[in-house]
């Protein structure tokens, strides 16, 4: 069983375009994450939530938005897609604010 | 704030040569450190942790690191690595109370067969 999983694995889509990564997990978490990590393997935090509420989020462009519709549910929904938007986007969770994380695959995102 | 250094951005060995990959911190109060490994293509994965206790800790596949208070650092060792350690390490720093865990930039490791 997959313990963080994400969907699609891969995306292939056009600037200006609107696009949703869903991730959810099965290991009972009560905190989810959404990293970036570009082309240099450089992960930086974006957001994240506890208990359904985001709690961090760093210098993100309002163009991301991420939603928690439940404790084991947390999408990345990306508006006007632009070039720099290229990279890796991981899903984490993790049973608490100092516990190890557990990451998803990853959705590979390029833009045309 | 809190951040994490590797000093190594690549390093390259042979098989059966041991490995050492630096990470030092910047933090004042009580850390909870982490080392996590990215094999190609793959996502990463704890290799181990250190939140208190013995500040010598083992972890997955021969590996261990050092927590070594008064340097602030908690770097990576194995005694003799195999090909199938080339990846991506990060070393990571979360702080009791608080939500965000600090990466490191990483270091590539590729082990020469």
């Known amino acids: 069983d997959t313990a963080v999983s994400q969907t699609p694995k891969y995306l292939v889509t056009q600037m200006g375009n609107d696009k949703s990564i869903k991730c959810e997990q099965n290991?009972?978490?009560?905190?989810m994450y959404w990293y970036k990590q570009d082309s240099k393997k450089f992960l930086k935090i974006m957001f994240s939530?506890?208990?359904?509420?985001?709690?961090i989020n760093e210098t993100v462009p309002n163009r991301f938005s991420p939603k928690s519709p439940d404790k084991a549910h947390l999408n990345l929904h990306i508006n006007s897609l632009e070039l720099g938007d290229s990279a890796v986007y991981f899903c984490?969770?993790?049973?608490?604010?100092?516990?190890?994380?557990?990451f998803g695959d990853g959705t590979r995102l390029s833009i045309l | 704030a809190q951040s994490v250094s590797q000093h190594n951005h690549h390093v390259i060995l042979s098989e059966a040569a041991s490995l050492e990959l630096g990470c030092n911190y910047s933090?004042?109060?009580?850390?909870?450190l982490f080392w996590y490994v990215q094999y190609p293509g793959q996502h990463l994965q704890l290799l181990l942790k250190?939140?208190?206790?013995?500040?010598l800790v083992k972890g997955i596949k021969g590996f261990e690191a050092e927590f070594i208070k008064s340097k602030f650092s908690f770097n990576l060792r194995k005694p003799s690595v195999q090909w199938s350690d080339t990846a991506e390490y990060f070393c990571?720093?979360?702080?009791?109370?608080?939500?965000?865990?600090?990466f490191g930039a990483g270091t590539r490791l590729f082990v020469k067969a």
């Open positions: 290991l009972g978490h009560d905190t």
């Open positions: 250190y939140f208190s206790g013995d500040p």
């Open positions: 990571a720093l979360s702080t009791t109370g608080g939500f965000k865990t600090i």
């Open positions: 984490a969770s993790s049973g608490g604010s100092n516990q190890p994380q557990h």
């Open positions: 939530y506890n208990n359904k509420e985001l709690i």
């Open positions: 933090y004042g109060g009580t850390v909870n």
